[in-house]
């Protein structure tokens, strides 16, 4: 039998119940298909301050990077809301990326039919979205030189520096494009470079890489612009690319479309272990009552599958039975309405586990 070992990092707040649930879900694909999954759990984010003063030590980042995948739950909440920033929970996951040599995050936007009516927008500007956005992950305003604070003339001031190299924006480039290739073959590369420097060098490199992918579409957007149109015109998209700092914001805008944020999946990947995980927060506020939806952990279990392991069919029964399920009318507390069935965490993560059989 295949083996291939998983670290799990729950994380804070409703990490323990997300995790767990994926967990099942993947036991439940492995057992199927003659693949056998080991675990090991570890600390990270706030959960790693309390017990060793620090979101990310030394014994998981050399964990993680011998294993064949990474899962998170999520990290911090208000209760480290006031630690040093050198020490905040969000730290953790900077630094797995960092430590792992993850540069680009992929997050599929894609609306399950059964939940069209969830979406801010009208059923037919959203019925049928498939997007994904690509999002430079390693450089950027997030890793530049930062000044807390320092005093010039009197007034006090902070600043955050971004760097972006060619070999930076070339890789995550060749990746957006290799990615169209498997869709519709539309690259929309999205910027500033009416304003910022970064992103002329970005426009100007991306263009450089396309010209390489003669049956790839390029276009360029500018960020204010893409906001708006993934609001009026979101079914035009296949591939957005962008940076750190862009993509952060447009992969939350762009999950509003679906109706619930714990509904979506993401992937981490680079150069070492693949991190893979939901894009919502840790909602200490509901930890532990059974309210959380774990499909957006589920579909990133399926995406570990996928793109660390190598089992595409294993993660295509993932995402349709998430989509039976929600078909048959089952809502965790996020997205019950009258007439669906309201479950628990664990409750979904049963009815789709029933569907794997």
């Known amino acids: 039998m295949r083996k291939k070992h998983i670290v799990v990092i729950p994380g804070d707040g409703i990490g323990e ?20 999954l080991t675990y090991e759990k570890h600390l990270a984010g706030g959960a790693s301050i309390d017990q060793y003063g620090v979101p990310l030590t030394d014994s998981v980042v050399q964990a993680a990077k011998r294993a064949d995948a990474v899962l998170l739950g999520a990290v911090g909440g208000p ?14 996951i900077l630094g797995l990326r960092k430590e792992l040599g993850l540069y680009a995050n992929l997050r599929p936007i894609r609306v399950s039919p059964a939940l069209v009516e969830f979406s801010p927008l009208k059923a037919e500007a959203v019925s049928g979205i498939d997007i994904l956005l690509v999002r430079e992950l390693s450089s950027g305003i997030y890793y530049g030189e930062k ?4 005093v010039v003339g009197g007034i006090e001031q902070a600043s955050d520096v971004e760097i972006y190299t060619v070999p930076e924006v070339n890789r995550i480039m060749h990746l957006a494009c290799k990615a169209a290739r498997l869709r519709s073959k539309q690259v ?15 426009r100007r490199t991306a263009n450089r890489v396309a010209s390489e992918y003669a049956d790839i579409a390029l276009s360029h957007m500018y ?8 609001v009026l015109a979101p079914k035009s998209f296949d591939v ?20 619930s944020i714990g509904m979506l999946p993401s992937a981490s990947l680079g150069d070492g272990t693949g991190l893979y995980e939901p894009i919502h927060g840790s909602a200490p506020d509901i930890a532990g009552l059974g309210l959380a939806n774990p499909i957006g952990t589920i579909l990133s279990a399926a995406m570990l599958l996928r793109h660390s392991l190598g089992e595409n069919a294993g993660a295509e029964k993932i995402e349709q039975a998430v989509d039976k399920v929600l078909a048959a009318g089952y809502r965790t507390a996020d997205l019950y309405k009258p007439g669906s069935t309201k479950v628990t965490t664990d409750e979904m993560a049963g009815l789709i586990e029933a569907q794997l059989s």
């Open 223 to 230: 960020v204010d612009n893409c906001a708006m149109q993934l």
């Open 147 to 150: 000044c807390e604070s320092r």
């Open 17 to 36: 119940e997300i995790t767990s649930a994926a967990v099942r879900i993947l036991d439940k694909v492995a057992n199927k298909s003659g693949l056998t």
């Open 240 to 259: 957005i690319v962008t940076n750190n700092l862009f993509g952060d914001i447009l992969s939350d805008e762009a999950a509003v479309l679906t109706g």
């Open 188 to 202: 929309v590369s999205v910027d500033k470079a009416n304003v910022l420097a970064t992103s002329r060098l970005w």
């Open 79 to 92: 209760k480290w809301d006031h630690v040093p920033p050198e020490i905040r929970a969000e730290k953790a």
